[in-house]
C-alpha cells in the first residue's frame, strides 16, 4: 500500500473511500505516523477510510501544535476539495490535540480517543524537575492538566465519542476523558477495552518491512481488530449524525 505526502500530511488513499480519518500520534511516535503507526492506518484504509495523517514534534506548547494540527488537516481538506464525513482519530499525545482543536471539534463527525493521557511535565519528562529550575527550562505544558480537563469539558462537539482502553495500559487516564466528555449536554460517548497496551496502536510491522512475508501475525491481528472496531462504532453512528 503506497502513501503519499502533500504539504505536511500523510495521505493513505483506498481504491473508494467512503469517509475521512484525520491522525495525530502520541509523542515521539507521532513524528513518523505513517511509519510508526504504519499497520493500524493501513488496516484502517483497508476498512475504506481515507487517512491523513499529520507528524509532530512534540515541544511544552501543546495548545500550539493543536492549531499547527488543524490548519494542516484544514488546508489539505480544501485543496483537495474532500466533502466526506470526518473522523479525528488521537493516540496518547494525539488525543489531547485533537480535543484541543480551534474548532472544538465542529468539524469532525466524531472522534476516537486512543489510551488517552493528560500528565504534567514532571510526570512525562524523567528528571524534569531538577533538570527544569537548573536550565531554566518552562515548568509546565499549555494548556497544564487541569487546565485541559477544564477546556475539554466545555467543547461544543462533535456530539460522537468512543474511548478505547487498552487493558495493561498503565498510562491511560481514559476514565478522567470519560468524566469530562459525559458532562457535555446531548454527548453520546462510548468506552471499549481491548487486548494490549499503550503502545499497541504503534506498531510499524518492521519485520513485514525488511522481511518480506515474515509477519507478526498475532499482532496484526489485534491491530486488525482495533480497526474494525473503529469501523464499527463509526457505523452504528450513523442515525446520530444525520
Not at 495493561?168 to 468506552?191: A, E, G, H, P, R
Request: proline letters at 5%; hydrophobic letters at 40%; a positive charge.
Amino acid at each position: 500500500m503506497s502513501w503519499q505526502q502533500l504539504d505536511d500530511i500523510w495521505i493513505s488513499r483506498p481504491s473508494n473511500p467512503k469517509a475521512l480519518l484525520q491522525f495525530i500520534g502520541g509523542s515521539g511516535l507521532g513524528a513518523t505516523p505513517q511509519l510508526s503507526y504504519r499497520r493500524l492506518l493501513e488496516a484502517l484504509t483497508k476498512q475504506g477510510w481515507l487517512v491523513h495523517c499529520w507528524p509532530f514534534v512534540p515541544n511544552f506548547d501543546h495548545q500550539f501544535l493543536a492549531v499547527e494540527a488543524w490548519r494542516s488537516f484544514r488546508k489539505i481538506q480544501q485543496k483537495q476539495e474532500i466533502k466526506l464525513p470526518c473522523l479525528r482519530v488521537g493516540h496518547s499525545m494525539g488525543c489531547k490535540l485533537h480535543l484541543l482543536a480551534p474548532d472544538q471539534g465542529r468539524g469532525c463527525k466524531g472522534q476516537v480517543h486512543m489510551s488517552f493521557n493528560n500528565f504534567s511535565a514532571e510526570r512525562s519528562i524523567p528528571l524534569f524537575s531538577e533538570l527544569a529550575p537548573r536550565f531554566g527550562i518552562v515548568s509546565e505544558f499549555s494548556p497544564a492538566p487541569a487546565e485541559t480537563l477544564e477546556i475539554i469539558s466545555k467543547i461544543l462537539g462533535p456530539k460522537q465519542q468512543l474511548i478505547i482502553k487498552f487493558r495493561d495500559d498503565q498510562l491511560d487516564q481514559s476514565q478522567i476523558l470519560y468524566s469530562c466528555l459525559k458532562k457535555l449536554d446531548n454527548n453520546s460517548v462510548k468506552q471499549l477495552e481491548l487486548a494490549g497496551d499503550h503502545l499497541t496502536p504503534a506498531s510499524a510491522g518492521l519485520r513485514q518491512q525488511f522481511f518480506g512475508g515474515i509477519t507478526d501475525g498475532a499482532r496484526q491481528r489485534e491491530l486488525n481488530r482495533l480497526a474494525v472496531s473503529i469501523t464499527e462504532w463509526w457505523n452504528s453512528q450513523a442515525s446520530l449524525r444525520n
